[in-house]
């Protein structure tokens, strides 16, 4: 069973957005996913957020590789999004569909890049091109 920590939106999630992470997660799990989905599984009590983030970077560490669903929005995905490439996971990309690219440096540069050139991602190439079926058919 393959332990995936989902990077994504939680406090500013729109309801379209919590309806395409519920049914990626619902998906992934039936296919024998363990998900780690911080909405759920994370204390989200924290008024400063530490400890949120410390618990996000504890489940991070324990998992095989990060998905991630992008929001513009969405502050501490950046914060998961770094611990994730800093410890060298393989990082997914959901809905690269979402993601706009820009001019000169950015983050949704570095997204859109990271499948062609990170080797952690190039390792999990083949493996993922089920998950890019699943989130065509789920159109996320």
């Not at 949120?52 to 998992?63: E, H, P, Q, V």
């Not at 990082?91 to 997204?111: A, D, E």
Request: a neutral charge; proline letters at 4%.
């Amino acid at each position: 069973m393959k332990n995936v920590f989902l990077i994504c939106p939680v406090r500013h999630a729109t309801e379209e957005e919590r309806s395409g992470i519920s049914k990626y997660i619902k998906t992934l799990e039936s296919e024998g996913y363990k998900i780690y989905y911080p909405a759920r599984d994370t204390d989200q009590t924290d008024s400063i957020g530490i400890n949120i983030i410390t618990t996000n970077l504890g489940a991070i560490l324990a998992s095989d590789e990060v998905h991630l669903f992008y929001s513009e929005t969405s502050q501490a995905s950046l914060i998961d999004f770094g611990f994730a490439y800093g410890n060298k996971k393989p990082i997914y990309i959901v809905n690269k569909n979402r993601i706009k690219p820009s001019t000169g440096k950015s983050y949704q540069n570095v997204l859109l890049h990271l499948n062609e050139l990170y080797q952690p991602n190039l390792a999990k190439r083949e493996e993922w091109k089920k998950l890019d079926e699943i989130v065509k058919e789920l159109n996320v």
